[in-house]
């Protein structure tokens, strides 16, 4: 499977910002469909701006390096993720479910952009802290978890003693963590199955507990 989308502006843009945003798509789109076909590491800034009829400074000014078109991507599936939780918690669906719907879909993306996520997973343990602060702002995934965990931490289902920020924040790890070791070294392994264990044992941690009866 393979998920493609255009770069989305809501405000009302000049010429010359309709222009500029046009510029992006393409460069945007060419890098896609090149990292796809020719694999990420294959593919240069200069075959990216050839692809896309712009010069290689060109790229570098919508783009300081390759992986920055990789975290857009991330990004906005991540946005597109949000919207269907939003959607589901709004229809009071039980949060616990929608958790592990998520781990389902963050499975299914891995699997199916398996060569596009090793470098994306990279740039969240970058060295550059500023490449490393990029790549964390723009995958905020901790921050889409504590969302869902919210109604259930109000109804004490989860303990109070944790703040939703860091159980957010621990559950995503896990994923990342999950998904570039699978990546890596055990693509043979089903993901899915992976994930599932490993949140379930998270949760293990983060459920509240029955006092106990004296």
């Not at 702002?137 to 921050?143: R, S, T």
């Not at 919210?150 to 896990?174: N, Y």
Request: with cysteine; glycine share 4%.
């Amino acid at each position: 499977m393979c998920y493609e989308f255009e770069l989305e502006y809501t405000k009302p843009m000049s010429v010359r910002e309709y222009q500029k945003k046009r510029r992006r798509d393409r460069i945007f789109q060419a890098a896609m469909k090149l990292f796809r076909e020719r694999g990420f590491r294959e593919t240069t800034a200069a075959d990216i701006a050839k692809a896309a009829h712009v010069s290689r400074g060109t790229f570098f000014n919508y783009f300081p390096y390759k992986e920055a078109v990789l975290l857009e991507y991330g990004s906005f599936l991540l946005d597109l993720l949000r919207e269907e939780v939003r959607r589901w918690l709004a229809e009071g669906q039980d949060p616990l479910a929608v958790l592990r719907y998520v781990f389902r879909e963050l499975a299914t993306f891995t699997k199916s952009e398996k060569d596009l996520l090793l470098p994306l997973l990279y740039e969240l343990l970058n060295p550059d802290p500023i490449r490393a602060r990029a790549a964390f702002q723009a995958l905020p995934l901790g921050d889409l978890i504590a969302e869902i965990l919210k109604p259930l931490q109000e109804k004490r289902v989860v303990r109070q003693d944790l703040s939703l920020e860091r159980m957010g924040r621990t559950l995503a790890d896990l994923y990342f963590l999950a998904a570039l070791r699978w990546a890596a070294y055990t693509p043979k392994r089903d993901l899915e199955e992976e994930l599932d264990k490993f949140l379930t044992l998270a949760l293990e941690g983060m459920l509240a507990r029955e006092p106990v009866q004296a």
